[in-house]
Nanobody
Framework: QVQLVESGGGLVQPGGSLGHSCEAS????????IGWFRQAPGKEREGVSC????????TYADSVKGRFTISSDNAKNTVYLQMNSLRPEGSAVYFC?????????????????????WGQGTQVTVSS
């Protein structure tokens, strides 16, 4: 059974930085994709970024391009999301999600429907 354990998040002032990590276990094949999604109170879930372990390709929502960076350590089955220049509208619960097997290019950042495994979510609050 695939399990995803998230860490990170917290409270930060506008313009600040935070990092998340998502450690995956239970994959039966080495190729997978992991995505980050977020959901603010009263709003729909929004795709943030995805990465493919097979080729390292990434996708990002336009709203976070240039500010967020997704990366992976395949040896540790861990994916990271570095968030810089955070804005108040970035306050949400952030979830990582995984799909395996996955080959080739990373999924579109907003393709939550392809992911079958989800982490518990971590709160990010951007406020002064």
């Amino acid at each position: 059974q695939v399990q995803l354990v998230e860490s990170g998040g917290g409270l930060v002032q506008p313009g600040g930085s935070l990092g998340h990590s998502c450690e995956a276990s239970g994959f039966t094949v080495r190729y997978y994709a992991i995505g980050w999604f977020r959901q603010a109170p009263g709003k729909e879930r929004e795709g943030v970024s995805c990465i493919s372990s097979s080729d390292g390709s990434t996708t990002y929502a336009d709203s976070v391009k240039g500010r967020f960076t997704i990366s992976s350590d395949n040896a540790k089955n861990t994916v990271y999301l570095q968030m810089n220049s955070l804005r108040p509208e970035g306050s949400a619960v952030y979830f990582c999600a995984a799909v395996s097997p996955w080959f080739g290019r990373a999924p579109d950042h907003n393709s939550a429907n392809v992911f079958g495994f989800w982490g518990q979510g971590t709160q990010v609050t951007v406020s002064s």
